[in-house]
């Protein structure tokens, strides 16, 4: 196949990386090149190869030999033929240079995020007239031009993250200057990066450009946060039916959100007393079979009943047509259309599934009991009380540093911090992002873990993290890879001295890190340059929660961005709210990487207010050296 998406080309190239390390062999180069669609010859693999001598290369350097293979003219790509009948060819290039470069998307994938779309967006009085989107030719990517609907799907995915009063919308004749295009595509990135969206190779003119296969590729991560965000035990506690009798709770929270709508789809199959068994959502959902039962599961009684007629029509198009138009009559005819399941699509059999979990989650939050309301109360609020606790209670303080480790590309995605790294594994990707070159793959033990040993093993590997943390300079007292492993609360403590690390590496000063004492002196010198009133003492300064010194700094880095009449006297916590949250958005919209919520400002959270400052400081750095 060919991948041209970041999203695709990360799903190949970890095909060839089972252990999740961020790196492949260089005796896979060839192989995972091929898997990408681009064929090279051996001697020139070997060549490649040669300039590696640890024998790993890390997706970033497999995304710039992928770049250089495909257009270099000695060695042009050769993409495998596909079915035409899903996929759209787009060339772009100079035919006197003979420099054209052949993109392919996915047809079935336009016309369900379409669908999406104006099914999620339609009601907004803002889009009037633009939507519904049609569903032929570049009608989408027409529409995705301006960045306004980017930025609202966005929000539709995770509520709250864009204050959508500091879009810029066209003026009565529908104009606006690709200037303002250009901050509202700006803004839409920093944000899709924001919720934890892996965004490289993509910028905002590529998304002003329309480029199909970058498009597709963001609009389908920023669709499955949406989706994927409420298959948790907090919003769904009836969940832990899906274990057996011997699993527990921490072996729920280790699955992928795939592996828990297969278990959920199999509880549902069994209560209608259907024998079939879902262990994927390509070859096994084909026929609609599962899908016809599904549908009798979870339809709730004021919209049912819905019967078993399609399982009568041997034609497996027709018969998903009949499942479909039976998922219409509850509002879940989302994603597929009826080729999509004949054929197996599984992202959109996924989108499907997810969403209709969503609607119809079909579980009993407390569990089989006698129901008497005052013991269901209490069932619940005890479920409640062990999901927290296995999950480590995850705060605003978690979301954002999961986010962050997200947005660089962790491999599988963090859902839960206490969780998800207790292998250490996804800590010593982020490692070799923050610092390059700093982990000794070698050394590093990976999956499938034996039950016989697994666990020392696993150990090894946060012990490693630890020591790679104070090799840096980390303050890790007290810490070990046991901590790490256990899901202890100090695992907060190394990720947030990894995403510290990170964020201030983006401000350096001959040579050298800045740090907080310096980066709270360049922001008040600049506000009192810059004319304004406000200035604060440190990240713990209470003034901060009326985030009027963020809005300002904003304002003196790139004047007449703020809308000042926007600002509320923030005399009560709704009134800080929204400041809080325009502040962030603002901050955004000139380009830096926030991962803060509205909340962190309004409570004063030193840490991640740090952040805010010191990211609004690093887009400061970057005007001065173009000037």
Same mark, same amino acid.
């Given at each position: 196949?060919?991948?041209?998406?970041?999203?695709?080309?990360?799903?190949?190239?970890?095909?060839?990386?089972?252990?999740?390390?961020?790196?492949?062999?260089?005796?896979?180069?060839?192989?995972?090149?091929?898997?990408?669609?681009?064929?090279?010859?051996?001697?020139?693999?070997?060549?490649?190869?040669?300039?590696?001598?640890?024998?790993?290369?890390?997706?970033?350097?497999?995304?710039?030999?992928?770049?250089?293979?495909?257009?270099?003219?000695?060695?042009?790509?050769?993409?495998?033929?596909?079915?035409?009948?899903?996929?759209?060819?787009?060339?772009?290039?100079?035919?006197?240079?003979?420099?054209?470069?052949?993109?392919?998307?996915?047809?079935?994938?336009?016309?369900?995020?379409?669908?999406?779309?104006?099914?999620?967006?339609?009601?907004?009085?803002?889009?009037?007239?633009?939507?519904?989107?049609?569903?032929?030719?570049?009608?989408?990517?027409?529409?995705?031009?301006?960045?306004?609907i980017m930025n609202k799907l966005v929000n539709d995915s995770v509520p709250d993250t864009v204050d959508?009063?500091?879009?810029?919308?066209?003026?009565?004749?529908?104009?606006l200057s690709i200037f303002k295009i250009q901050e509202n595509q700006t803004l839409a990135l920093n944000?899709?990066?924001?919720?934890?969206?892996?965004?490289?190779?993509?910028?905002?003119?590529?998304?002003?450009?329309?480029?199909?296969?970058?498009?597709l590729g963001l609009l389908w991560q920023i669709i499955r946060i949406g989706l994927m965000a409420k298959?948790?035990?907090?919003?769904?506690?009836?969940?832990?039916?899906?274990?057996?009798?011997?699993?527990?709770?921490?072996?729920?929270?280790?699955?992928?959100?795939?592996?828990?709508?297969?278990?959920?789809?199999?509880?549902?199959? !069994?209560?209608? *007393?259907?024998?079939?068994? %879902? $262990?994927?959502?390509?070859? @096994?959902? =084909? #026929?609609?079979?599962?899908?016809?039962?599904?549908?009798?599961?979870?339809?709730?009684?004021?919209?049912?009943?819905?019967?078993?007629?399609?399982?009568?029509?041997?034609?497996?198009?027709?018969?998903?047509?009949?499942?479909?138009?039976?998922?219409?009559?509850?509002?879940?005819?989302?994603?597929?259309?009826?080729?999509?399941?004949?054929?197996?699509?599984?992202?959109?059999?996924?989108?499907?599934?997810?969403?209709?979990?969503?609607?119809?989650?079909?579980?009993?939050?407390?569990?089989?009991?006698?129901?008497?309301?005052?013991?269901?109360?209490?069932?619940?609020?005890?479920?409640?009380?062990?999901?927290?606790?296995?999950?480590?209670?995850?705060?605003?303080?978690?979301?954002?540093?999961?986010?962050?480790? !997200?947005?660089? *590309?962790?491999?599988?995605? %963090? $859902?839960?911090?206490?969780? @998800?790294? =207790? #292998?250490?594994?996804?800590?010593?990707?982020?490692?070799?992002?923050?610092?390059?070159?700093?982990?000794?793959?070698?050394?590093?033990?990976?999956?499938?873990?034996?039950?016989?040993?697994?666990?020392?093993?696993?150990?090894?590997?946060?012990?490693?993290?630890?020591?790679?943390?104070?090799?840096?300079?980390?303050?890790?007292?007290?810490?070990?890879?046991?901590?790490?492993?256990?899901?202890?609360?100090?695992?907060?403590?190394?990720?947030?001295?990894?995403?510290?690390?990170?964020?201030?590496?983006?401000?350096?000063?001959?040579?050298?890190?800045?740090?907080?004492?310096?980066?709270?002196?360049?922001?008040?010198?600049?506000?009192?340059?810059?004319?304004?009133?406000?200035?604060?003492?440190?990240?713990?300064?209470?003034?901060?929660?009326?985030?009027?010194?963020?809005?300002?700094?904003?304002?003196?880095?790139?004047?007449?961005?703020?809308?000042?009449?926007?600002?509320?006297?923030?005399?009560?916590?709704?009134?800080?709210?929204?400041?809080?949250?325009?502040?962030?958005?603002?901050?955004?919209?000139?380009?830096?990487?926030?991962?803060?919520?509205?909340?962190?400002?309004?409570?004063?959270?030193?840490?991640?207010?740090?952040?805010?400052?010191?990211?609004?400081?690093?887009?400061?750095?970057?005007?001065?050296?173009?000037?």
């Amino acid at each position: 196949m060919s991948c041209e998406s970041p999203e695709e080309i990360k799903e190949c190239f970890d095909k060839f990386d089972p252990s999740g390390s961020g790196s492949i062999t260089t005796n896979s180069l060839g192989d995972a090149l091929t898997q990408c669609g681009a064929k090279v010859p051996g001697f020139k693999v070997r060549d490649i190869c040669d300039s590696y001598k640890d024998g790993v290369i890390s997706f970033d350097e497999f995304l710039k030999i992928l770049n250089q293979v495909k257009t270099k003219n000695n060695f042009k790509q050769t993409i495998k033929p596909m079915d035409e009948a899903k996929k759209i060819h787009v060339q772009k290039g100079n035919e006197k240079g003979n420099s054209w470069t052949t993109h392919t998307y996915s047809e079935e994938e336009k016309l369900a995020f379409v669908d999406w779309i104006n099914f999620r967006l339609v009601k907004d009085p803002q889009l009037k007239g633009v939507l519904p989107i049609k569903e032929e030719g570049e009608s989408l990517f027409k529409a995705l031009h301006n960045g306004i609907i980017m930025n609202k799907l966005v929000n539709d995915s995770v509520p709250d993250t864009v204050d959508e009063r500091a879009l810029n919308m066209p003026d009565a004749n529908g104009k606006l200057s690709i200037f303002k295009i250009q901050e509202n595509q700006t803004l839409a990135l920093n944000s899709c990066i924001a919720i934890g969206c892996y965004v490289i190779s993509i910028g905002a003119q590529d998304l002003i450009d329309g480029k199909p296969h970058l498009c597709l590729g963001l609009l389908w991560q920023i669709i499955r946060i949406g989706l994927m965000a409420k298959i948790t035990l907090k919003d769904c506690p009836g969940l832990r039916a899906l274990l057996d009798e011997f699993e527990s709770l921490e072996q729920l929270l280790a699955m992928s959100p795939e592996e828990i709508l297969c278990r959920w789809v199999n509880y549902q199959l !069994n209560k209608v *007393g259907c024998k079939r068994v %879902v $262990k994927n959502f390509t070859t @096994d959902i =084909k #026929d609609s079979e599962v899908y016809a039962h599904l549908l009798v599961a979870v339809c709730p009684e004021d919209k049912g009943p819905i019967g078993l007629e399609p399982l009568n029509i041997q034609d497996h198009t027709r018969r998903a047509e009949m499942v479909l138009e039976n998922a219409a009559a509850i509002d879940a005819r989302s994603f597929v259309r009826a080729r999509d399941i004949v054929s197996g699509n599984q992202k959109l059999n996924l989108a499907f599934v997810a969403n209709l979990f969503n609607m119809y989650p079909a579980m009993d939050d407390a569990g089989e009991f006698e129901i008497i309301e005052e013991t269901r109360e209490e069932k619940i609020h005890d479920l409640l009380d062990e999901v927290d606790a296995a999950l480590g209670k995850e705060g605003r303080e978690e979301l954002a540093m999961r986010n962050w480790m !997200n947005s660089l *590309g962790a491999t599988p995605r %963090v $859902k839960y911090i206490y969780e @998800d790294l =207790k #292998d250490g594994l996804a800590i010593l990707q982020l490692f070799d992002k923050i610092k390059p070159g700093c982990v000794n793959w070698s050394k590093v033990n990976k999956p499938p873990f034996k039950a016989l040993g697994g666990k020392m093993k696993q150990i090894e590997n946060c012990n490693y993290a630890i020591a790679l943390g104070k090799e840096i300079g980390f303050v890790l007292v007290g810490i070990d890879g046991n901590n790490l492993h256990d899901g202890d609360k100090l695992t907060l403590a190394l990720v947030w001295q990894m995403m510290r690390h990170y964020t201030l590496s983006l401000l350096t000063h001959d040579g050298k890190i800045l740090k907080d004492n310096e980066i709270i002196s360049w922001c008040n010198t600049k506000l009192e340059e810059g004319g304004k009133d406000s200035k604060f003492a440190g990240f713990k300064d209470p003034s901060l929660a009326n985030s009027r010194a963020i809005v300002d700094l904003i304002d003196v880095i790139s004047p007449g961005h703020i809308s000042y009449d926007l600002m509320t006297a923030a005399a009560n916590d709704d009134d800080k709210f929204l400041n809080a949250r325009y502040a962030i958005t603002m901050a955004r919209k000139i380009g830096a990487r926030i991962f803060a919520l509205p909340e962190d400002i309004t409570e004063v959270n030193p840490k991640m207010i740090m952040t805010v400052f010191a990211c609004i400081m690093s887009v400061g750095f970057a005007k001065e050296n173009m000037k």
